[in-house]
Structures are given as C-alpha cells and as structure tokens.
C-alpha cells in the first residue's frame, strides 16, 4: 500500500552502519543511499504503525484495507470520513451482531434510516415459577424501513445486509415502504 515517496529521508541511514574504513567510500555511499530510498517508506510505516491502525488518522488506502480486514459495512460512494466512521463503530457492530439492536444499527449506518424491526423474542423475570413465557413460539423477524424516496434504499442490497446480520436460525422478512413521512429520528442522507 505504501510506495515509493520521492525526498522520504530515512531516520537510520545504512552509510552510518558502515565500518568507518567504508564510511568515507563514495561508491558504497551511493549504493547504500539507494538501499535508504528504497527503505525509506518502510521505516516510516513502522515508526507510525499504531496512526495506521487509527481510521481517524490512516491514510485513505489503509482504511479501505482495515475496512476489509474488519469486515467493516460500507456502500459504494462513501466519503473518506463516512468509511473512517464505519471502521470507527466495526467492532461495536460485530459485537451486537444477530441481535436487534445490532441489526438495527447497521441498516442506521449503511443506509441512514431506522429500521422498525419485530422479532419473536423476549425476556421476562418472574418471582412465581410456571410463568407465561414472553414472546411467540414461532420464529419470525420483520424488518421494515420507511422512505421517503425509493431509490433511497435499495430492496436487493438492504436483503443482503439483513441476511448477513440476522441470527441464522431465523427466518425474516424485508420491506422498504415508500412513505411521504419518514419515522422519525431518521437522518437526512443516507451514510
């Protein structure tokens, strides 16, 4: 990812390494001053190893990389400081994955709208055993986003989403109703 940066001095040039008989050989300096722009890059990768792992602070390219790498949800389009947002909030993401809250914030992130999402689920306490259970016994998920435009988010792409993020074990539906008044709270523009 990173190349050749013309001028890039290195902060440990191979010449001083030399024993001092070649130390004043201009030929070996030149040859190692090759070495040193060659090397350059590398050493300066290494120096600032943990900015690249900062999306706030990593080049453009190394974000896309770390946006792979953790498996971060992007669309085509985005801008710089939307990715860096994405690889930011990845982890938090993947811990809440195949719950609804979870499911719920990557349609947020991906697309910019709410989601209303119902599931079978529940969870309930009880001081007397034989309690009725919360929930349905049958599994289901709905998930359900209002537009205010169609185009605003794709049927095809939010299915692939949903099915990438939904527990596995259940089935699930996906609607995108085109409504004049979105629900509120939803953002502007998509992320």
Do not use: K
């Not at 191979?14 to 040859?31: K, Q, S, V």
């Not at 792979?68 to 690889?87: D, H, M």
């Not at 034989?130 to 435009?149: I, Q, Y």
């Not at 095809?156 to 539906?173: F, I, Q």
């Amino acid at each position: 990812m990173r190349g050749a940066v013309p001028g890039l001095g290195t902060p440990h040039p191979l010449h001083r390494r030399l024993p001092a008989i070649y130390g004043t050989d201009e030929f070996a300096g030149r040859l190692l001053a090759a070495f040193d722009e060659v090397l350059a890059p590398v050493h300066a990768t290494l120096d600032n190893f943990a900015a690249y792992l900062d999306p706030r602070l990593a080049p453009a390219d190394f974000v896309d990389w770390l946006a792979g790498w953790l498996a971060a949800e992007t669309a085509p389009g985005w801008t710089l400081p939307q990715r860096r947002e994405a690889v930011a909030h990845a982890v938090a993401l993947h811990r809440a994955r195949g719950t609804a809250r979870g499911l719920a914030e990557q349609v947020r992130t991906v697309f910019g709208v709410r989601p209303e999402i119902t599931e079978n689920g529940g969870t309930a306490w009880s001081s007397t055993p034989g309690g009725p259970l919360p929930g349905t016994e049958e599994l289901a998920l709905t998930v359900t986003v209002r537009v205010s435009e169609p185009d605003r988010v794709p049927l095809a792409r939010l299915r692939e989403l949903v099915e990438a993020n939904r527990p596995a074990h259940v089935p699930c539906t996906v609607r995108v109703i085109v409504d004049d008044h979105e629900a509120p709270g939803d953002d502007d523009a998509a992320l």
